[in-house]
């Protein structure tokens, strides 16, 4: 099968694999169609990815479609299309069993801790799949991606009548605030690069824009041009020190969602911190009940594919494209690989 592999930072290449084995009873057979290209794809590519080991078949964002099954399993059958829950786990702690599978001890995420959906075909677990009668494999790799917002606006447990700020307008913060909008909330949207405000205005022309500064606290910013703080802040940027600087947003019994990740410690005032009782949030991966979510906003319109995906091209195109999508300048905001057939 031909396949795309990372061997090292800044390194992808076309690879030649073994086709899978037979499913086993709980197992499927997928035929991957699409693969979304992840911001953990890029960390990775840049070499700056916790968790994660050289070399590696990376893809967890899939469009696919069920060719052969096991013989216990009876919720998908072969020639649907699904989206695939990447996140592996297995029973061995309260966590699963409580079923926070996206973070139990054993879990795993397909592409980043096993090797994941670059490729033609691969063996899933049945029950990691979710099938829909009206999307299209395309639309369907943006599932992962949407659902890693769904689950940070999950967290955060809002009521619908908020003011939330989403920090960092990459695809993660965009898909914070997609469903922050649907639940009601009223939606800021800070970023420090002006395109990507503007591709935020493109998807969101309901949201407010705030632009942040170098050198300009970002709580003085919003004070002299929106008043009122936020009740609710997705931390969306990946960067240590944004994040620390977003813990000065909240008001006074607000909470803070940390949904990017980080290599580095992050600190803050305690003082500031207890004053206003403020609640910070970590949001890992997502859950089947955000997969059902997802795909039924995706399937009633709710949310336009085509609004999210900017970049497309053949898997064997690729590695050469990649390093054209990862410029500043490219308006890159979902890539989408296509597996063409036969293999």
């Excluded at 702690?93 to 490729?119: E, I």
Aim: negative net charge; glycine residues 10%.
């Amino acid at each position: 099968m031909t396949s795309i592999r990372l061997t090292e930072p800044g390194r992808f290449e076309i690879i030649e694999t073994g086709p899978p084995n037979p499913p086993g009873p709980k197992e499927a057979l997928i035929r991957v169609e699409h693969v979304g290209l992840c911001g953990t794809d890029i960390h990775a590519f840049h070499g700056r990815q916790p968790f994660f080991s050289y070399p590696r078949i990376l893809g967890h964002e899939l469009g696919v479609v069920v060719e052969k099954t096991g013989s216990e399993v009876t919720a998908v059958s072969p020639g649907d299309r699904c989206a695939v829950e990447p996140y592996l786990a297995r029973p061995g702690d309260r966590a699963f069993a409580r079923g926070k599978t996206n973070c139990s001890a054993s879990t795993q995420c397909l592409g980043v801790h096993v090797d994941g959906g670059m490729r033609p075909r691969i063996l899933m677990p049945a029950e990691k799949l979710h099938a829909s009668g009206i999307l299209d494999t395309r639309a369907l790799a943006l599932t992962e991606m949407l659902c890693i917002g769904c689950h940070a606006v999950e967290r955060a447990r809002l009521l619908g009548d908020e003011l939330v700020a989403v920090v960092g307008l990459g695809p993660i913060g965009l898909a914070a605030a997609q469903f922050a909008i649907l639940k009601g909330a009223k939606v800021v949207l800070i970023d420090v690069a002006e395109e990507r405000l503007q591709m935020a205005r493109r998807i969101f022309p309901e949201a407010i824009l705030l632009k942040s500064e170098v050198g300009v606290p970002i709580g003085d910013k919003w004070k002299v041009e929106l008043g009122e703080f936020p009740e609710v802040v997705f931390e969306c940027t990946g960067n240590a020190k944004s994040m620390e600087k977003s813990i000065e947003l909240p008001d006074y019994g607000g909470r803070i969602i940390l949904v990017g990740l980080c290599l580095e410690d992050i600190a803050f005032n305690d003082p500031s911190f207890h004053k206003r009782e403020l609640s910070i949030i970590s949001s890992r991966n997502a859950t089947a009940r955000n997969f059902k979510e997802v795909i039924s906003q995706l399937e009633s319109g709710s949310i336009h594919p085509d609004r999210w995906i900017t970049h497309e091209c053949k898997a064997v195109e690729f590695p050469n494209v990649v390093n054209d999508w990862l410029q500043p300048d490219s308006g890159l905001l979902k890539g989408m690989i296509k597996f063409g057939h036969p293999d």
